[in-house]
């Protein structure tokens, strides 16, 4: 069995300096904003390239604090991409306000800068692009589009950690960034867990009451309503010790995704990654594109390869925005990933052997 992603192999590598750091976390029993919370919070703000990090439960979270922070609401419209994780457009619903999608460009996957204007209207307040499977999204663009109609930007950075535009992380070019640490994710925690990046003082100090029932600093002081969302610390444990292992981790990522592309490159009815110049992806997923996608599930399956879909179906045509009557063809690049995307097993632990063993077998039978 080759499986899609091996979080045991990787607690194995770490195994001593995990256990020290939960086991002192448990020896303080300061589970809740123990001392790891604000260690963790720095050194990823330092990480990223940002002034503020707030911890917080999930990714999920990270992108409704960040919409209610900046007053989103209700009335308001944010456009985000056809073709992501739910949580995108979930967190625009979350907050009263309409999410509006957008068609993605079929080379990068990542939202088409030349589909928003036409989606723009007197309601649109911002703009979450999400860098995904680890490549930074077309952030100029998607910058000047945001700066010539006064919308906020909002990173979704959900699956890009250390990832690179032009020079600058990720994380840094919106007004506030979401981060998970879902245990798959680059860097994942051993259970839920999220971030909200910025630069803003205000934003971070709103975040953080929110995330806190409406307190900052003193207890029983609720300026607002808010919510239970913090970031545990044995979480932020995990998370500290992580973080320093994230960029080798990303490193071993690419040069894995980096094999898998010399391998798989004379297979023409493959698409492989596309990384466009002075952009770093670090293939938080190996994503290739068949049209044919069933007949290589069942190579896999046959020969215990693991395998998954990111995404089956484009965010509009879910059920949960049924209610605003999409068809099929109103997002055709979109529609065209989903039918034929899938993810081969990367995590930086898989071995060229194995990686050896993956591409023999596709190669064989196609
Ligand atoms: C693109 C994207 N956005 C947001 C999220 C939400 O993160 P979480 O699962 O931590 O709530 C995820 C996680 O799966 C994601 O992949």
């Given at each position: 069995m080759i499986p899609l992603v091996d979080l045991h192999a990787q607690y194995l590598g770490i195994k001593n300096e995990i256990d020290k750091a939960v086991q002192d976390c448990i020896s303080q029993s300061h589970f809740i904003k123990g001392e790891a919370v604000s260690r963790f919070e720095n050194a990823f703000a330092e990480y990223v390239g940002s002034k503020h990090c707030?911890?917080?439960?999930?990714?999920?979270?990270?992108?409704?604090?960040?919409?209610?922070?900046?007053?989103?609401?209700?009335?308001?419209?944010?456009?985000?991409?056809?073709?992501?994780?739910?949580?995108?457009a979930e967190s625009v619903n979350n907050v009263g306000a309409e999410p509006v999608f957008a068609d993605v460009k079929l080379n990068t996957y990542t939202i088409d800068p030349e589909k928003l204007e036409k989606l723009i209207s007197r309601r649109t307040k911002a703009i979450i692009p999400v860098h995904l499977y680890g490549l930074p999204a077309e952030m100029d663009e998607i910058m000047s589009f945001s700066a010539k109609h006064k919308l906020f930007v909002v990173e979704d950075c959900a699956q890009a950690h250390g990832a690179v535009y032009k020079g600058k992380k990720i994380g840094t070019f919106g007004i506030a960034s979401a981060f998970s640490f879902f245990p798959t994710k680059n860097l994942g925690a051993y259970g839920d867990a999220g971030a909200i990046i910025t630069d803003d003082i205000d934003i971070s100090q709103k975040a953080r009451k929110i995330a806190n029932h409406g307190q900052l600093l003193t207890k029983h002081i609720h300026d607002l309503t808010?919510?239970?969302?913090?970031?545990?610390?044995?979480?932020?444990?995990?998370?500290?010790?992580?973080?320093?292992?994230?960029?080798?981790?990303?490193?071993?990522?690419?040069?894995?995704?980096k094999q898998y592309m010399l391998r798989l490159k004379e297979l023409d009815n493959y698409s492989l990654p596309f990384i466009p110049s002075e952009r770093t992806h670090v293939f938080h997923l190996f994503a290739v594109r068949l049209e044919r996608r069933e007949d290589l599930i069942s190579v896999f399956n046959k020969n215990g390869i693991g395998w998954s879909v990111h995404y089956p179906t484009p965010l509009p045509h879910l059920g949960a925005y049924k209610y605003k009557n999409h068809n099929y063809g109103d997002f055709p690049v979109a529609e065209k990933i989903c039918k034929e995307i899938i993810s081969l097993p990367l995590f930086p632990e898989l071995t060229e052997d194995q990686l050896n063993i993956i591409c023999d077998t596709i190669i064989e039978n196609n």
């Open positions: 707030v911890g917080c439960g999930n990714g999920t979270d990270a992108l409704e604090i960040i919409l209610k922070s900046l007053g989103i609401g209700p009335g308001d419209e944010v456009i985000v991409p056809a073709l992501s994780w739910i949580s995108t808010g919510r239970n969302s913090r970031l545990d610390t044995i979480q932020a444990a995990v998370l500290e010790v992580k973080l320093k292992h994230l960029d080798k981790w990303n490193g071993d990522r690419i040069r894995l995704a």
